[in-house]
């Protein structure tokens, strides 16, 4: 579970063979909570950041199903941290309390989200001194 604790570059299970791949995300494996959202990103302009917030208690896995973009993170406590996502056989754990943009995006990326929680106005901060405040407290 110590991926699942700072964000960490883990593997998507894949099926390949010759005809192709097939990457599965489940509950419990590797997704361990709930699985009870999946959003996606996808014509997004290659100079566009995306983000720009933290979350409360949402856990994430961001995966570049085609692509690819960099994920950045900031703790609120001066660490800093950013993953360039190229390949749909590895996701990006985001657990709760990290300031994340998405930028860097390539022509026809897409990014495919898990997430532990529904869509949750509430559970976002996106007022970065608020972050900070909150990641500090
Ligand atoms: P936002 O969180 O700002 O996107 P990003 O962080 O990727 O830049 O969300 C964009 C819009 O989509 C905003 O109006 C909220 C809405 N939204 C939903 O309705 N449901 C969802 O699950 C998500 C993630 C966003």
Aim: charged residues 20%; without cysteine.
């Amino acid at each position: 579970m110590t991926e699942w604790a700072t964000p960490t570059l883990i593997d998507v299970p894949a099926v390949h063979d010759e005809l192709g791949a097939l990457g599965v995300v489940e509950k419990d494996y590797p997704f361990p909570y709930d699985l009870k959202r999946v959003y996606f990103l996808y014509d997004v302009p290659s100079k566009a950041v995306r983000g720009s917030h933290a979350h409360k208690a949402l856990h994430q896995l961001i995966v570049a199903v085609s692509g690819s973009f960099r994920v950045n993170l900031d703790d609120g406590r001066g660490n800093t941290e950013s993953f360039q996502l190229t390949s749909p056989d590895k996701g990006l754990t985001v657990p709760p309390g990290y300031w994340r943009t998405l930028d860097n995006f390539s022509s026809g990326s897409a990014a495919l989200v898990f997430a532990s929680e529904v869509y949750t106005p509430s559970d976002y901060i996106r007022d970065y001194d608020e972050f900070v405040a909150w990641a500090q407290a």
